[in-house]
C-alpha cells in the first residue's frame, strides 16, 4: 500500500465526496469527520515511513499519460512538501469538524473534500502538467465555498480570487511549455518532468525571463505585493472554514512552488531578482502591518497580519541558503497552524454575535476565560514570541537572509515589531477593560466541539516551538540538496557567491578539524 500511498492520499477524499452525494443530510457531518480522520491517519503513515536521512524524493510514482510530449503522472515527496501534506490533511479534518455552517452543509464538506484532492495533488506531483492541472483545479471548490457560503460581497470577493489566479496561472503555463520546449532543444525528446528540468542549465538571459514568467504565477498566489489585493476580500467574505484553508494551505502553493521550481531550475537568475524580491518582501511585512493597525473588524486583522508574515518567508526563500530555505518551509508550517487557528477562532465569537468588529467588545477576559487564553496563546505565536512555533520559522528565515544583506534584514526584523503592536491593540480592544454592551455578558465560552479544533492547534504551537527538529530535521536534509543543486548549476559570478557551496563547506570544516587537531 506504501506503493501508491500518495495516490491514495490524493483521490481518497474525492471518491469519497462522490460517494458523499448519496449520505443522507443528517449523517454528512459524521462522514466527512470520518473520510477526514482517515485521510489525516493516512498523512501520518506516509510521516512514520519516511526516511528523514534521504534527501531525495521517496514514494515516488509513475504512469505515462500523453508519452509522446512527455507528459507522465509522476508524484514523489521529500522534507520540504511532507508537512505541508499532512498540515492539509490535519486542517480539512478539523475544519470539518469543527464546521458551523448549516445552510447545504452536504455540499460545503464535498467541496472540502474535493479542495483537499487538489491540494495534496500540487504538493505531491512532480510533472509540471500534473502540478498545473491540480493547480487550477483547487481554484473550483475554493470559488464555490466563497461565492455560496461567503458574506454580502461574496460573488465579487470570489470572482475576483478566480480572475487574479487563473490570469497569474496563465503566465506560469507560457514558462512551463518553454521549459519543456527547452528540454527537447537539449536532449531531444519532450519531458515535463520537474526533476528532469533540474538538469537544464540555461543561459541567463533565458533565465530571467523564464523566472518572470513563473513568478507572475507563484506571486499573485502568495500574495505579493502588489498582487495582494484579492486576499482581504478573500478572507473578508469567505466563511471560516473558507479562510482556513486559505491561509493554512492555499497560500503556501505559491512560496512552495518558488522552492520547487523557481530556485532550482533558475539559479541564476533568483541571485539577480534577490534584493527586488526582498524590497517586495519587506514592503509586504510593513504596509500590510500598517493597514492591519487600521482595521476595525478582527477578521481583517488576521488576514492583513497573515499577508505581512508570508512576506517573511519570501524573505526567507530568496536568502538562497539552508538556514533560510529551511527557516520559511518551517514558517509555512507555523503560519499555516497560527493564522488558521486564529480564523477559527474569529469565526467562535461570530457564531456567537455576528459581528466581527472589535468596538463590539471589550471585557471577553471576564465572560470567555478559555477563549481568551486560547486566543492570547496564539496572538503571542503571530508576533514570534520565543518558545512558540513562529518564532523558529522567522528566526531562521532573518537569520538566512541576515547573511546577503544586514540592513535589509535588520528592516524587515524592526517591521516584525509592528506586528505585535496591532496585534496587542486588538487584544486589548477585544478582552480587557469591563464589558459595556450587554450581549456579551452571558457569551458562551468554547464548547467540546470548538475544544477539540483548538486544543490540538495550541499543543502543536507551543511542542513544535520548543522541540522544532522532528519537522526541521527532515526538511534541512531536502533543503540542503537544493541549495547544492543551485550551487553547482550557477554559471554567473554573483549566484555563486550567494548561493553556498555545502561540499566544500564540509571539506574546510574537517581540514580545520585536523589542522587542529
Keep these: 500500500m506504501l506503493d501508491h500511498i500518495l495516490s491514495i492520499l490524493i483521490f481518497f477524499p474525492a471518491i469519497a465526496g462522490v460517494f458523499g452525494f448519496m449520505i443522507q443530510k443528517d449523517s454528512v457531518r459524521a462522514y466527512g469527520v470520518a473520510v477526514a480522520t482517515v485521510e489525516f491517519a493516512l498523512s501520518l503513515w506516509l510521516w512514520f515511513a519516511f526516511d528523514a536521512n534521504v534527501s531525495g524524493m521517496q514514494f515516488m510514482e509513475q504512469l505515462p499519460l500523453v508519452p509522446a510530449f512527455g507528459i507522465n503522472y509522476t508524484l514523489g515527496v521529500d522534507g520540504i512538501s511532507l508537512f505541508i501534506i499532512i498540515l492539509a490533511a490535519f486542517f480539512t479534518m478539523i475544519g470539518i469538524a469543527s464546521l458551523t455552517e448549516t445552510k447545504d452543509v452536504k455540499n460545503m464538506i464535498i467541496s472540502l473534500l474535493f479542495l483537499q484532492m487538489t491540494m495534496v495533488g500540487v504538493f505531491a506531483a512532480l510533472d509540471a502538467i500534473v502540478f498545473y492541472i491540480f493547480w487550477e483545479l483547487s481554484l473550483v471548490p475554493m470559488l464555490y465555498i466563497i461565492g455560496a457560503w461567503g458574506g454580502p460581497l461574496r460573488i465579487y470577493a470570489s470572482v475576483k480570487f478566480f480572475l487574479y489566479t487563473f490570469a497569474g496561472s496563465l503566465v506560469m503555463l507560457v514558462g512551463m511549455l518553454f521549459m519543456a520546449y527547452f528540454y527537447y532543444q537539449a536532449t531531444g525528446v519532450w519531458s515535463f518532468a520537474i526533476l528532469e528540468w533540474y538538469r537544464l542549465i540555461l543561459p541567463e538571459n533565458f533565465q530571467l525571463w523564464l523566472f518572470a514568467a513563473f513568478f507572475v504565477g507563484f506571486a499573485i498566489k502568495v500574495p505579493m505585493f502588489p498582487f495582494h489585493t484579492w486576499l482581504p476580500y478573500a ?80 524573505l526567507g526563500t530568496f536568502a538562497l541558503n539552508v538556514e533560510g530555505i529551511s527557516g520559511s518551509i518551517f514558517l509555512m508550517i507555523a503560519h499555516g497552524v497560527v493564522s488558521g487557528a486564529l480564523f477559527l477562532l474569529v469565526g467562535v465569537i461570530y457564531d456567537r454575535r455576528h459581528t466581527k468588529m ?19 496563546l496564539m496572538l503571542m505565536a503571530s508576533v514570534g514570541m520565543p518558545l512558540t512555533i513562529n518564532f523558529v520559522g522567522e528566526f531562521l528565515s532573518l537569520l538566512g537572509f541576515y547573511q546577503q544583506s544586514h540592513v535589509l534584514t535588520i528592516l524587515a526584523g524592526t517591521a516584525i515589531i509592528v506586528g505585535a503592536i496591532y496585534m496587542l491593540a486588538a487584544y486589548k480592544k477585544m478582552f480587557f477593560g469591563t464589558v459595556t454592551i450587554e450581549e456579551n455578558r452571558n457569551l458562551p465560552d468554547v464548547n467540546k466541539r470548538e475544544l477539540l479544533a483548538l486544543i490540538p492547534l495550541s499543543i502543536i504551537t507551543v511542542w513544535l516551538g520548543v522541540y522544532p527538529n522532528p519537522v526541521l530535521a527532515p526538511i534541512n536534509k531536502s533543503v ?19 548561493i553556498p557551496n555545502l561540499v566544500q563547506g564540509i571539506e574546510i570544516t574537517r581540514t580545520s578539524k585536523e589542522e587542529a587537531n
Design 235 to 314: 478572507h473578508g467574505q469567505a466563511p471560516t472554514i473558507g479562510s482556513v484553508i486559505l491561509a493554512a494551505i492555499l497560500l503556501k502553493m505559491g512560496t512552495y512552488a518558488f522552492i520547487r521550481f523557481s530556485l532550482p531550475m533558475f539559479p541564476d537568475a533568483s541571485a539577480f531578482f534577490m534584493f527586488p524580491i526582498a524590497i517586495l518582501a519587506i514592503i509586504m511585512i510593513i504596509y500590510t502591518a500598517m493597514v492591519a493597525y487600521a482595521q476595525e473588524d478582527i477578521k481583517q486583522v488576521v488576514a492583513y497580519s497573515s499577508v505581512s508574515h508570508m512576506g517573511v518567508i519570501i
Design 358 to 376: 472589535m468596538n463590539q467588545f471589550g471585557g471577553l477576559a471576564h465572560v470567555m476565560p478559555r477563549y481568551a487564553t486560547i486566543f492570547g
Design 480 to 498: 540542503e540538496s537544493i541549495v547544492q543543486l543551485m550551487h553547482d548549476k550557477s554559471i554567473t559570478e554573483e549566484a555563486k557567491s550567494r
